[in-house]
């Protein structure tokens, strides 16, 4: 063979292992790492939760497991974009400080975050993955134990995570006598719950079931809240005009269309009945 055969042939080759690697990226593998794809790691995909995660949206604070609600969501979306569990990347933030204006550490964060008009005009959300209900817990024989309706939740002290759709459904659900207290988190609330400073708390309806079933010793739920103000709505949070919104949009309509969400919410929020609603 001469050598300009054999320089054809190598030439070849070179351009059709290039065209292969240009292929990486299909479903079950890392996406490949265009400039403008917009992944915070390129061949990663990199997740936020909460600094602390809670069941049954993670199960002992280890989204890493897949385990719990919203770390399967995760995943999910996850192999719907392309990446292996091993290249899920996982962050931690505080509430606030997501749906801040600014630069995130993050490719998207799953945190039962509603969809806000108020909150799009600093963060990108997906379609959502989840619509909650807002309820009412009580402590056993406080001044809560008895009430069965809205006016007579007026005339409590309401307590509510500061941000929360809680918050929002307390004002308008409610529009209680004195002005509810406000708390930097769940944590804090329930806290102050125990410690008689409320005399009941709202917390959307998988946390109530939660927090009554296990943590929140002699505790019980009132009941469930009419919707008010936005409906009360889950989505994935990106950053503001992240280019990867619209693909993690497309991955849970994916998800939502061949059942797997469902699936996934049955699983972990399935215990949903039981509770009246107020009026």
Known sequence: MSIRPRLLAVASATALALSLAACAGSPGGSPSDDADEGYVTPGKLTIATGETAYYPYVIDDAPESGEGFEAAVAYAVAEKLGFDDADVVWVRTSFESAIAPGPKDFDFNIQQYTITDD???????????YQASQAVVAI???????????????????????GSTSATTIDEAIAPNTPPLLFDSNELAVAALQANQIDALVLDLPTAYYATGVYIENSFIIG??????VPDEWGLLLPKDSPLTAKVTAALDELREDGTLAEITDKWLGSGQGVPLLK
């Open 119 to 129: 909150r799009k005009q600093a963060v990108d959300f997906s379609s959502p993955y």
């Open 224 to 229: 469930e809240l009419p919707t008010a103000g």
């Open 140 to 162: 056993e024989g406080g001044k809560a134990d008895g009430v069965d309706s809205i006016a007579g939740l007026k005339d409590l002290l309401l307590g509510a995570m500061a």
